[in-house]
């Protein structure tokens, strides 16, 4: 399948191969570097890169180039999720994670995912469920999209081989799910029941995804008036970020960006409350906002000065949210209770919510 | 795959960084090091005694070797430390190896014999890794020692082993291909392997080495359906993938009554109302001829089992099954796979690339499966370009009359965005939809004119592109739009917008009469400096104006031509010329140019504006030869439907295993899951011992009837659901409190519940026995309710036969006495038969005889004659239930000479009426594939207060799933089931202490559940625990030197597979209870078994 393997980093170094066949020589990463200049920016270099000989499939994270060399058919999300978690693992093995000093040696137990053997002296269990909420929203504030991504996950340090379940006040909002392969999947399909012996340390039990389909709450709003004027070369800015549906819970962690038109030269801007930034290269607008106190709803406003002679930009930026609450599962998703069986010590069990904003988008 | 376990053993590397002197010698820090006199360095290093030298020197040559820096010539010093004791070292040396060894052949031969004695080694590890390592040295003349490596793993002991042994097959044919029938040998072996973990690696070898014997699957087809769940993802991706491509040779289209109206994708675009009545014809037509199709039960074996996959968190997974639905399902299943595809648009980009792509060739055959979904192809201003592109494929894909507005206002959005690639590929979007929805053309063609007046050249040059093509559809309505345009080529520079602006005016000079002069006017003015593809249509306009106003144009066109005669690009030269001849009438041009108004003015068909996913999918879904939408290198095409479908009973399977005997019914669960099924049977017992227990403390009110309603699933369901209410509130109330204090509340509520387990008569039972009948019951329910899809009538009436029938068999397996406590009290156990178990031999005569055959010393260990203390009656037919004629059965232990692979199960008749019961016998078995029953003969009648003892025998294929069947008389009829535990689906085996070891070192890994006990204080003794064990299971005991261990064995009885069981004492009453066997379930299940008739 994977032939070799480079990593390429963010200056073109190819700096770590890896064979697991005869030596494809680096040479071949050439047709990568032209994909890659073609494509301008990292992330539109595509993911199967076909050259006369190979084909180079690659990720990009952590702004390193995963790059594998493949020269027969293969389904290409093998390969692409493959070096996923590759990266994941790096993340894992490398990473400040509490979990790095621990590769899998379960590979012949009957539980593949858990070593044996395991000890602690504090057991304990944590599962945080996070949700993120995916939206745009159009010009006048009303949803056109909007969508939850949730994921239950976990942290286990129990001794032994503990076999949990966990229940959910609503387990029918679970309808889209996908699990950690440790999940009884018959158990849930007829209980609604999370069943399974846990792997060691912090791993994803489970994600789901609420879809479009459902009505879900918004918990901000953006109010906004940007306006270019075609006579002069002053633009008006005015943000109000402010609470909607937020369950009584304080939204937080509040960052508002924006890419601006490229006829922006710069911006003079007082916020209300928080921080802010203009790069006038990039012409990313960046407002670190903080909480938001309802009584006094936090705003930006200023002018914008446009480059003189040029008519007025024909798009508005789009503006990208980003929040936290704490808990607050913003679906609603509750859990019912954890129960430990196999083993006979009493764990410290502990659940936590929390919402974000995920790819939060505000049409302007 | 096989990275891993490599990675894993590199790891190991890492642990003795903290070396403290030797990680910094001279020669490498000093700028005057050459890279010669470094390596000179680091042979030194490998040529010293010490281990952590030898692992620092190592350690710095494969970073070498992974920054790509070239450590060749340290092969020599390398090699040499091949056979180091330090198994760091060695591990390094390994990856030293698999890198140079095919540059180094001749001193790599140095290395072999290492690795042959490594394969020997009694470590499954060890033997595994220097298979490994040993096929993957390129070095072609170890060939035949690779080929002999392979054959001897594949028949190894542990899967493990015979799993890299399956990995090694495609690295020795990619090295000499001429190993593909011996190779093909090996595969056709693993492939019958029933492990998980070698199914996908060998399916794997099968791909890479003979995908063509598609032959060698059917036998395997069931079992790998089966296995499939529980074999490691990336195995599910490449086993469904072939699975894919097996069915489509096998089986006949699902959807062939469709097929004809799939041809014509055109009109299912538009949908079902334009279909014409002429096509019906034919379709009836067709369909008459074709016999009503029937799927294969084998064809939705495969459905159903992949389908439970699409939750898996592997994209890979997700979308081969997805594929495998859009491939073999009926058009009306494929349907669910939408939801998981667009749940994998959260993630990674690449993912996001690749799912797309696989969408967009799917939303244009299976339209109606992603329109409830068409929002989460919305476009956000942050996603890559690439991925913008392919999500407005898919959502112009997906337009329809219907939602065709919400789907342009989208568009809207998205013409002004920044991005203006992203922009140029809407304006094509836009213009497909123009093209395949009429009502919205003229729409899309005003908005689209009016972005010829927009700011960017680059979106007014892809406008005019696109009204073009719109153009061409009613150009007569459209003579404003084409002035408009006429008007833009003062402005317009980009080439190919020129280019189509000249033929719009060209072609449709006839409306247009005044202008198109003009323009060609200009254009010659400016002909020289265009480029090339305007000019082609320059030559083009000017052809066309002087066949149509050739008055007006003629010098013009003289102009223009002669220009073109000169320009330095031949095509437009050669066009010149061309052109002349055919519109200037000459007299040798002949008769060509009568017609030459005809050749240029011909009425054009419209261009189909269609996406360039279009028919992709002849490709298999979800491949590389289908992303790129070209054949890639070992591609296997995807074979089309057989008109006939060939024999299905090539997949029949005579010899039966306990894999396969489950293929049909769901309740395989229990054996397809061997590590859940067990714990399952072990989690639904504890848990509703604790949470029954939780609710008589919370609230006493419920106490009294909480113990009362724990047979019905359903009320004790509702109860808890009440109580979880009511503790949520708590928590929440205590939620100031801390965790601390929730933690101690529970260990309170712990504590009291503890209390009734002590309490009364077989206290501690009775929560278990309360937990396994609710665990039956709802197992029951589960099954019935598969019942009832899959088959008929009698299955759905067995379910409402009393609960007693069932559940019963599986609880009483606890003994006798707690039937008592089930059944109300109004059942009184027969004592066992005495006069029917002739050859009870007491523990001690067995060890007797055991001394005396030692001498024969046979290495096959011989069976012995069963032994066993105490005997348990299940309960086959209650009194009740049956009318009044109770049946009972038992284990007898006796071997069942009719047939040595069954067990023979003795079954004894009361009659407890006033009449007679006449002819009492079985009747339509319904039993799992594979599994046998040999009836008992009729007995003819039976007397009021008579008893009758009959034998039948039962193959359970070593699984412990129940044999359900009927037993008749001559006016009724009863549905029954007879479950064995696990104990009784073995014979004992006589072995020495010896055979037993050595045995027993076969079956590690795997293949030994190990867990801990405490022995109670009545079961210290010898004579104690011999007895249990023996009641709990049908062994022998295998003597012993060593005074605190116990050892006893035995064989199943359908395959004679080996179980050993060790219980070894420990200080105080701990004990450890080992079980050895090749069959996992069965050792993980007798594990509890003998455990729990230990602790009681």
Known sequence: MIHSLFLINSSGDIFLEKHWKSVVSRSVCDYFFEAQER?????????????????????????????????????????????????????????????????????????????????????????????????????????????????????????????????????????????????????????????????????????????????????????????????????????????????????????????????????????????????????????????????????????????????????????????????????????????????????????????????????? | MSASPAYSEEKGGSSSLGEPEYGHDPASGGIFSSDYKRHDDLKEMLDSNKDSLKLEAMKRIVAMIARGKNASDLFPA?????????????????????????????????????????????????????????????????????????????????????????????????????????????????????TTLVAGSVVMAFEEVCPERIDLIHKNYRKLCNLLIDVEEWGQVVIINMLTRYARTQFLSPNQNESLLEENPEKAFYGSDEEDSKDDKLDAASLVKRKPYVMDPDHRLLLRNTKPLLQSRNAAVVMAVAQLYFHLAPKAEVGVIAKALVRLLRSHSEVQWVVLQNVATMSIKRRGMFEPYLKSFYIRSTDPTQIKILKLEVLTNLANE???????????????????????????????????????????????????????????????????????????????????????????????????????????????????????????????????????????????????????????????????????????RDRARFIRQLIVPTEKSGALNKYAKKLFLAQKPAPILESSFKDRDHFQLGSLSHLLNAKAVGYQELPDWPDEAPDPSVRNVEVPEWTKCTSREKRKEKVEKPFYSDSEGESGPTESADSEPESVSESESESGSSSSESGSDSGSRGEESGDQSEEEEKKKKKKKKGKEGEEEEEQGKKGKKKKPQHEGKGGSETSWEEGSISE???????????????QSEPESKRRTTPPSSKPAPKASRKGTKEISLLDLDDFTPAPPQPASSPAIVSTSLVTDLEGLTLTDASLTPTMLSPVFSTVKTYELLHRMAGEGLSVEYYFNRQPFPPDPHMVAVQIQFSNNTESEVKNLRVSEPKLVSGMRIQEFQEIESLAPGDTANVIMGIDFCDSTQAANFQLCTHSRQFYVSIQPPVGELMAPVFMSENEFKKEQGKLTGMSEITEKLTLPDKCQSDHTIVQRVTAAANVSRVPCGVDNEYRFAAKTVTSGSLVLITLERKEGARAHLTVNSEKMVIGTMLVQDVSQALAQ
């Not at chain 1, 595509?46 to 000989?53: C, G, K, L, Q």
């Not at chain 1, 609470?243 to 890419?259: N, R, Y």
């Not at chain 2, 040396?93 to 001749?106: F, G, H, K, N, T």
């Not at chain 2, 060939?143 to 799993?163: C, F, G, Q, W």
């Open chain 1, 39 to 364: 494509a301008t920016e990292a992330e539109n270099v595509p993911p199967v890169i076909p050259t006369p000989h190979h084909y180079l499939l690659n990720v990009y994270r952590h702004k390193i180039f995963f790059v594998a060399v493949i020269q027969t058919e293969v389904p290409p999300l093998f390969v692409i999720e493959f070096l996923h978690r590759v990266v994941d693992t790096f993340q894992d093995y490398f990473g400040s994670t509490n979990v790095g000093d621990q590769l899998p040696t379960g590979q012949l137990s009957v539980v593949p995912w858990r070593r044996t053997g395991v000890k602690y002296t504090n057991n304990e269990a944590y599962f945080d469920v996070i949700e993120e909420i995916d939206a745009i929203i159009d010009k006048s504030g009303s949803t056109i999209t909007a969508e939850i991504q949730g994921v239950i996950d976990a942290c286990v340090k129990l001794t032994g081989m503990p076999d949990l379940t966990l229940s959910f006040m609503n387990p029918r909002l679970l309808d889209d799910v996908s699990f950690h392969p440790c999940v009884r999947f018959k158990r849930w399909e007829s209980e609604r029941i999370l069943s399974f012996i846990p792997p060691d340390g912090n791993f994803r039990l489970l994600s789901y995804h609420v879809s479009a389909q459902n009505l879900v709450a918004i918990p901000v709003y953006v109010k906004h008036n940007i306006s270019f004027r075609d006579s002069s070369s002053l633009g008006r800015f005015e943000i109000t970020v402010g609470p909607k549906q937020t369950m009584g819970k304080t939204v937080e962690g509040v960052m508002v960006t924006s890419q601006m038109p490229k006829g922006v030269l710069n911006m003079s801007l007082t916020p209300s409350q928080g921080m802010h930034t203009f790069d006038p290269v990039t012409k990313l607008l960046s407002w670190d906002v903080g909480k938001i106190n309802p009584q006094k709803l936090p705003s930006l406003k200023g002018t914008m000065s446009l480059q003189a002679g040029t008519s007025k930009p024909d798009e508005n930026p789009t503006i990208n949210l980003q929040f936290k609450i704490q808990q607050l599962a913003i679906s609603g998703l509750k859990v019912n209770r954890l129960d430990m069986y196999g083993e006979k010590y009493k764990p410290f069990k502990g659940i936590k919510y929390m919402t974000k904003a995920g790819k939060f988008q505000v049409r302007t």
């Open chain 2, 78 to 194: 390398v090699v040499k430390n091949v056979a180091c004791k330090n198994i760091e070292v060695k591990k390094l040396v390994y990856v030293y190896l698999v890198r140079y060894a095919e540059e180094q052949q001749d001193l790599a031969l140095l290395s072999i014999s290492t690795f042959q004695r490594g394969l020997k080694d009694p470590n499954q590890l060890i033997r595994a890794s220097a298979l490994r390592v040993l096929s993957s040295i390129r070095v072609p003349i170890i060939v035949p020692i690779m080929m002999l490596a392979i054959k001897e793993a594949a028949s190894d002991m542990s899967p493990y082993v015979r799993k890299t042994a399956a990995h090694a097959i495609p690295k020795l044919y990619s090295l000499d291909s001429d190993q593909k029938d011996q190779l093909i040998e090996v595969i056709e072996k693993l492939l019958a392997d029933k």
């Open chain 2, 402 to 572: 219907t939602n065709i507005s919400t789907i342009l206002r989208e568009f809207q959005t998205y013409i002004r965005s920044m991005d203006k690639d992203f922009v140029a590929a809407t304006i094509q979007a836009i213009g497909r939809c123009a093209t395949n929805i009429g009502k919205v053309r003229d729409t899309c063609l005003n908005g689209l004119v009016q972005l010829l007046s927009n700011r960017d050249e680059l979106v007014v040059a892809e406008s005019v592109v696109v009204i073009k093509k719109l153009l061409q559809m009613q150009p007569s309505q459209h003579s404003e739009i084409i002035k408009h345009m006429a008007k833009l080529t003062d402005n317009i520079q980009v080439p190919m917008a020129r280019a189509s602006i000249l033929w719009l005016i060209g072609e449709y000079c006839e409306h247009v009469p005044k202008i198109a002069p003009d323009v060609l006017r200009k254009m010659a003015k400016s002909f020289t400096g265009e480029e090339d593809i305007v000019k082609l249509q320059v030559i083009n306009l000017a052809a066309k104006l002087y066949l149509t106003n050739s008055k007006q144009s003629k010098l013009l066109t003289q102009y223009v031509l002669n220009l073109a005669k000169y320009d330095q690009n031949y095509d437009i």
């Open chain 2, 776 to 790: 039956s019951s709802s197992s029951e329910s589960d099954s019935g309710s598969e019942a009832e899809e899959s």
